[in-house]
């Protein structure tokens, strides 16, 4: 049986979930994820994209940005970049982890979300090849809910934010958040999500449209605050005493 086309609505916000097939990883090192944000931003065109020339002009760019004789308006490089790139989708939030991808978009484009994921699907060529290895890198579909409102739209970005604590805590969503202090600041810094530039930091500042989720979550103060807010009653599960300064 032929599986349903799905069909997005342009203008929605949709939380779309990639998984590894059996969970295997799909980032095995450093270089991974970099090639994994590149390929979000790469890949988010409706024109046809060649990696390779693509590389070799953003190295390019590097060079004349970082040549002291040369004069280069680094703001005139971004908009013509901007106006080259036919964007399929808005890409709100995003968060690389070992074994799958959280992205929080909203399709601009017929079809956006679906024609952006599939090209995305050409990053598991790269991986294969470097990793020597053969078959599918991605479960075949998916997954995508429907923001629906700002409420919901609130509790995904934390849940898309938080979604790195995993890696040092283990099984908190279960059993809370036993060290408040080092969780905050891990998170703050993990380097494979939007999160650092909602609240002020520069990560891939580039990647991310942050106007609109700005607003609805009241600026970065706010981020952070609903953000920590989500890890204190965590952390408060583990131990109430945690918040009590006992």
Not at 112 to 130: C, E, S, V
Not at 141 to 161: G, M, N, P, S
Request: glycine share 6%; charged share 30%.
């Amino acid at each position: 049986m032929a599986t349903p086309i799905r069909q997005f609505e342009n203008g929605e916000i949709y939380h779309l979930i990639l998984r590894g097939v059996d969970n295997r990883r799909v980032f095995e090192d450093e270089n991974d994820y970099y090639r994994g944000i590149f390929s979000l931003y790469e890949f988010n065109n409706a024109n046809p994209v060649d990696i390779r020339v693509r590389r070799q002009e953003r190295k390019a760019i590097k060079c004349r940005a970082n040549d002291p004789q040369g004069v280069v308006n680094l703001r005139e490089i971004e908009l013509a970049e901007l106006a080259r790139r036919y964007l399929l989708v808005e890409i709100l939030a995003f968060c690389l982890m070992p074994n799958h991808i959280h992205i929080l978009v909203k399709q601009l484009k017929d079809n956006g979300i679906t024609k952006f994921m599939n090209k995305f699907g050409g990053y598991a060529f790269y991986f294969n090849q470097k990793h020597q290895r053969k078959g599918h890198l991605f479960q075949d579909r998916f997954k995508a809910v429907h923001i629906e409102d700002d409420e919901q739209l609130k509790t995904t970005f934390v849940y898309v934010c938080t979604n790195p604590v995993s890696l040092v805590e283990p099984g908190w969503k279960e059993k809370g958040v036993k060290d408040l202090e080092k969780t905050v600041k891990f998170i703050e810094n993990y380097k494979w999500s939007s999160y650092a530039d909602y609240i002020g930091g520069k990560n891939f500042p580039s990647l991310t449209s942050r106007d609109f989720l700005l607003g609805v979550m009241e600026g970065a103060d706010g981020c952070r605050n609903f953000v920590n807010g989500w890890l204190e009653y965590k952390a408060e599960l583990a131990d109430p005493r945690a918040l009590q300064g006992i």
